[in-house]
């Protein structure tokens, strides 16, 4: 487990969220009203991009078909068998970094 520094905090406003890559993973990150979350970025249903999706609260919305994910645990809301990996962020001063 290694930490990673990705971005300052005033990269990511609150209720936004963006794609990094590290370790040749995607991996979006989000700003979930103050609480920092980070999931993989892939979609399941179809491999759309999570980090460019739209964020409501804890929940992304994938931009290509609508599934639905909460952000703090991975859980789709479509689909109970579908579950994406979430990543820990740390924040410290403005520096966020992702434990991958
Ligand atoms: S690829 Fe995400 S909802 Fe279809």
Partial sequence: MAL???CKISDIGEGQCKTFTVDSKQIAVYNAGGQWCATENTCLHKGGSLGSGKLEGNIITCPLHGWQYDV???QCQNNPE???GTYKVQVEGDQVSLEI
């Fill in 82 to 84: 579908a579950k994406v």
């Fill in 72 to 74: 703090t645990s991975g």
């Fill in 4 to 6: 990673h520094q990705i």
